[in-house]
């Protein structure tokens, strides 16, 4: 049974470019939901992607951007990237019926942006 | 003020000990609570649920008091593989978790 898996692994960037992250969730499940982990801070929410659609988001400019397909997948994008979106990109998947609790975290993508 | 708060930590201890983390939370909406646990450059892993009853899990006990908007994490005879950073988690509105910044848990023989 695979868990949540993510690509890439990880991925250095320079300022301005743009990054899109990719997410499969735990076999399953039909919510994402995207965080970023900044080094020595806890997870901050970003958005949730459920049947195709954001639901909630975050304190997070538009520059982030998101999608879900119709097999529960689902990129982050992010645009015009500055030094301080470097950090760790989490995603998390859980099953909506059930109030969407426990999230099943994947290993993450480590961005840089130099 | 932040949303979850909790101890700043580090915490070294020798194996054996009893060590206990603490964690307040402001918004008194707050729905459900956790401890996640995460290792280092890995991702996070939920620990347990936290109950307004208070529970147990083997060594370790999770307590909620919803008037003073406070959680605790009590962890008995530690061990070498406790170490880790803590994070506590609140669920508000929706399925946002809201998480602290976490504390470092460091045992040593």
């Not at chain 2, 979850?4 to 054996?16: L, R, S, T």
């Not at chain 2, 290792?39 to 307590?63: H, I, W």
Request: glycine residues 8%.
């Amino acid at each position: 049974d695979a868990g949540v898996t993510q690509s890439p692994t990880h991925l250095i960037k320079t300022r301005g470019q743009q990054v899109t992250l990719r997410c499969s969730p735990k076999s399953g499940h039909d919510t994402v939901s995207w965080y970023q982990q900044a080094l020595g801070q806890g997870p901050q929410f970003i958005f949730q992607y459920y049947e195709e659609e954001e639901r909630q988001r975050g304190n997070f400019p538009d520059r982030f951007s998101g999608h879900q397909f119709p097999n529960y997948s689902s990129e982050l994008n992010v645009n015009a990237l500055l030094l301080g979106d470097s950090a760790l990109y989490l995603c998390a998947s859980s099953l909506f019926d059930v109030g969407g609790q426990p999230q099943h975290f994947g290993d993450g993508t480590r961005l840089s942006i130099l | 003020r932040k949303e979850v708060e909790q101890d700043p930590g580090p915490f070294n201890v020798p194996e054996g000990a009893t060590v206990a983390f603490n964690c307040t939370y402001s918004n008194s909406a707050s729905q459900s609570f956790f401890w996640y646990r995460q290792d280092c450059r890995k991702e996070p892993k939920l620990l347990m649920s936290v109950y307004s009853s208070g529970n147990e899990d083997g060594r370790f006990t999770a307590q909620l008091n919803r008037a003073s908007q406070y959680i605790s994490l009590l962890i008995r005879d530690s061990k070498l593989s406790d170490s880790a950073t803590y994070l506590c988690v609140v669920l508000q509105a929706g399925t946002a978790l809201i998480f602290g910044k976490g504390t470092t848990l460091s045992v040593s023989s």
